[in-house]
Structure formats: structure tokens, C-alpha cells
Nanobody, 124 residues
Framework: QLQASGGGLVQAGGSLRLSCAASGGFFSQRYVAWFRQAPGRERAFVAAIEWRSRYTYYEDSVKGRFTISRGNDQNTVFLQMDSLTPEDTAVYYC???????????????????WGQGTLVTVSS
């Protein structure tokens, strides 16, 4: 079971750090990812981390501003979001999957486990 937290209201240019906690740990998952769904839009890929290698992947609009990382334990993944803009306003979801392959890591259908979402609102 995944639990996302850390969302809130922030001004443009500010930062937030989201956390995704796994009750059973992430050690059996191949990839852990963040997706987001803005009002009136479909859920979209934001970032992913390959659990064992820690290799990371980003959607183009967040490269250089967002950083996905894993905690020192086996239970937490973070999304550090800097230089936020109103376009980043969305509900952010964490997802994990033991069978995700690299070619499909940006597809939400590849992930078996989802958190409940945390709302990020960026004001201008």
C-alpha cells in the first residue's frame, strides 16, 4: 500500500517535497514513479526511479526542477519540486510496479500499485 504526502499551497517559484511511503517496502518493485493529474487533463508521467540502480527519468517540462530520489530505508521515495509554476498545479500520485520495463515506465498502465494522491497548488 502506497501513501503519498507533502502536497500543499505554494507560491510560484517555491518548493515542495512529496513523499511516497510503502507499507511493505519498495524492495520488490522495479520502478517507482510519480504521475500528476491537472484539472481537466489526463494523468501524466512526471518522474520515475529504477529502485536498484537509482537511475532516474523525467518528463521534459520538469527536468532540472524536480528530483526523484529514494530514501535510505526501503520504504520511501521523494519528489523534490523546485521553481514551481502554476502549470505544476495537480494531484500527484505515486505508483510502483514489480514488472515495469524501461520502454513502458512512462505509461500509467504499467504500474500495479498506486497511492491516493496529494494535491499541489501553485499560486501566481
Amino acid at each position: 500500500q502506497l501513501q503519498a504526502s507533502g502536497g500543499g499551497l505554494v507560491q510560484a517559484g517555491g518548493s515542495l517535497r512529496l513523499s511516497c511511503a510503502a507499507s511493505g517496502g519498495f524492495f520488490s518493485q522495479r520502478y517507482v514513479a510519480w504521475f500528476r493529474q491537472a484539472p481537466g487533463r489526463e494523468r501524466a508521467f512526471v518522474a520515475a526511479i529504477e529502485w536498484r540502480s537509482r537511475y532516474t527519468y523525467y518528463e521534459d517540462s520538469v527536468k532540472g526542477r524536480f528530483t526523484i530520489s529514494r530514501g535510505n530505508d526501503q520504504n520511501t521515495v521523494f519528489l523534490q519540486m523546485d521553481s514551481l509554476t502554476p502549470e505544476d498545479t495537480a494531484v500527484y500520485y505515486c505508483a510502483a510496479g514489480p514488472s515495469v520495463i524501461q520502454s513502458s515506465l512512462r505509461s500509467q498502465s504499467a504500474y500495479a500499485n498506486w497511492g491516493q494522491g496529494t494535491l499541489v497548488t501553485v499560486s501566481s
